[in-house]
């Protein structure tokens, strides 16, 4: 079993704004009700049901509430309520989406889902090819056709100098698939020291294989303390995919997540606990890299909790303990982390336990783990 390593380039990160949660009670039978007499809310819990149970919240808030959860205080087990006056609520646990309901008898007014509803259904014909990709880039692409539809408020603000609505109309270019004015708005909103913009033209002339210029633009992010802007810059000097045309650096790499950890980006501070466990740009330290690993299974992280699951099963950084490993591996499973689903199906596999390693194949696969689908496919032949 690999320790998980994650890839994420958080394509241009939204400013981050906490929700209130509240909890209320779940009438199922009004629900039906309700959806019945409301074509775009029937679509919306088709949708539901079939896509987003056991989607990372963070993501189902970005796309849905149009806001994105504050990481160190987002809600892992509770409720997460519906604005713009619908009467609905998801439960949550573990930092996964579980079931809608109905907090109140009558939904009013509830207009939340038509408008991203026909947006989902545009970025899933559009884009196919992402359909295993997290949330986040239905809330990219919604967020996107909405800033395009206000472009000329947006280019009239930002010729004013208004960053953030450099910002929007960058994003709405980007959707809108006009790199060049997207690229545009983008620099003039980094030059006013917009840290997101400047991530964002990073995330641009990374996809046009240009990394010395991702790597500047990153370089400024980072310094204007944007998490993500450091995270992707480590990335560039450590991923092989990367390091083929620049130079790996795994030292900088190493200190790039420790401070994008340190600015609170889970996602550093796993990749900076993978550094730890094979010595990368850092002295080998198992038990640096267990602790890592403990505090982000801890909020919820799913990658984390494989990685701990390998921890215990081979006594690395702390006793060996196979079966609670094995738990913690499941429990990443069932939280979307495809590449536990692939060690369960591998290890079941072991065991002659067929039938269980085909749904751990199937799952990973789901997930897409292409290994998991060649494996699905070898054990139905």
């Known amino acids: 079993?690999?320790?998980?390593?994650?890839?994420?380039?958080?394509?241009?990160?939204?400013?981050?704004?906490?929700?209130?949660?509240?909890?209320?009670c779940s009438e199922q039978k009004e629900l039906d009700r309700q959806v019945a007499r409301n074509p775009a809310l029937?679509?919306?819990?088709?949708?539901?049901?079939?896509?987003?149970?056991?989607?990372?919240?963070?993501?189902?808030?970005?796309?849905?509430?149009?806001?994105?959860?504050?990481?160190?205080?987002?809600?892992?087990?509770?409720?997460?309520?519906?604005?713009?006056?619908?009467n609905l609520e998801v439960s949550v646990s573990a930092g996964v989406i579980q079931d809608l309901n109905l907090t109140e008898s009558d939904l009013g007014n509830c207009t939340v889902p038509y408008r991203l509803i026909k947006h989902?259904?545009?970025?899933?014909?559009?884009?196919?090819?992402?359909?295993?990709?997290?949330?986040?880039?239905?809330?990219?692409?919604?967020?996107?056709?909405?800033?395009?539809?206000?472009?000329?408020?947006?280019?009239?603000?930002?010729?004013?100098?208004?960053?953030?609505?450099?910002?929007?109309?960058?994003?709405?270019?980007?959707?809108?698939?006009?790199?060049?004015?997207?690229i545009k708005a983008f620099a003039h909103s980094c030059?006013?020291?917009?840290?997101?913009?400047?991530?964002?033209?990073?995330?641009?002339y990374q996809e046009k294989e240009d990394f010395k210029k991702a790597g500047k633009y990153y370089d400024k992010a980072c310094t204007l303390n944007l998490a993500e802007g450091c995270f992707n810059q480590a990335s560039l000097f450590y991923l092989k995919d990367y390091g083929q045309k620049l130079q790996a650096d795994f030292k900088k790499a190493a200190t790039l997540y420790k401070r994008s950890c340190d600015l609170g980006f889970?996602?550093?501070?796993l990749n900076l606990g993978v550094m730890y466990g094979n010595g990368h740009g850092v002295e080998k330290d198992l038990k640096k890299a267990f602790a890592l690993y403990d505090d982000l299974c801890?909020?919820?992280?799913?990658?984390?909790?494989g990685n701990l699951g390998k921890a215990y099963i081979n006594g690395e950084g702390v006793a060996a303990d196979k079966v609670y490993g094995l738990t913690l591996e499941k429990q990443a499973c069932d939280s979307g982390d495809g590449s536990a689903c692939l060690d369960l199906g591998n290890f079941r596999k072991a065991q002659h336990k067929d039938d269980e390693a085909l749904l751990f194949?199937?799952?990973?696969?789901?997930?897409?783990?292409?290994?998991?689908?060649?494996?699905?496919l070898n054990e139905n032949r």
């Not at 994650?6 to 981050?16: D, K, M, T």
């Not at 896509?51 to 509430?65: E, T, Y």
């Not at 801890?298 to 909790?305: D, L, P, Q, V, W």
């Open 298 to 305: 801890k909020k919820g992280n799913a990658t984390a909790c």
């Open 191 to 204: 030059s006013l020291d917009d840290p997101y913009s400047c991530n964002s033209l990073g995330n641009i």
């Open 361 to 376: 194949f199937n799952r990973a696969c789901e997930l897409g783990q292409k290994e998991g689908c060649q494996n699905y």
């Open 120 to 182: 989902y259904q545009e970025w899933k014909k559009n884009y196919p090819h992402t359909a295993n990709l997290e949330l986040n880039d239905l809330a990219d692409y919604s967020y996107g056709l909405l800033s395009y539809e206000n472009e000329a408020n947006l280019r009239t603000e930002c010729e004013r100098g208004d960053k953030n609505a450099c910002y929007s109309l960058g994003y709405g270019y980007y959707w809108h698939l006009d790199t060049d004015k997207a």
């Open 42 to 86: 029937e679509d919306f819990v088709n949708i539901f049901n079939t896509d987003f149970k056991g989607q990372n919240v963070r993501s189902f808030a970005a796309v849905f509430l149009g806001e994105y959860l504050d990481q160190e205080s987002s809600l892992t087990t509770g409720h997460l309520p519906f604005y713009l006056n619908c």
């Open 266 to 269: 889970d996602y550093g501070c």
């Open 1 to 24: 079993m690999q320790t998980r390593f994650c890839r994420y380039c958080l394509l241009f990160s939204a400013p981050i704004v906490a929700l209130l949660f509240s909890a209320c």
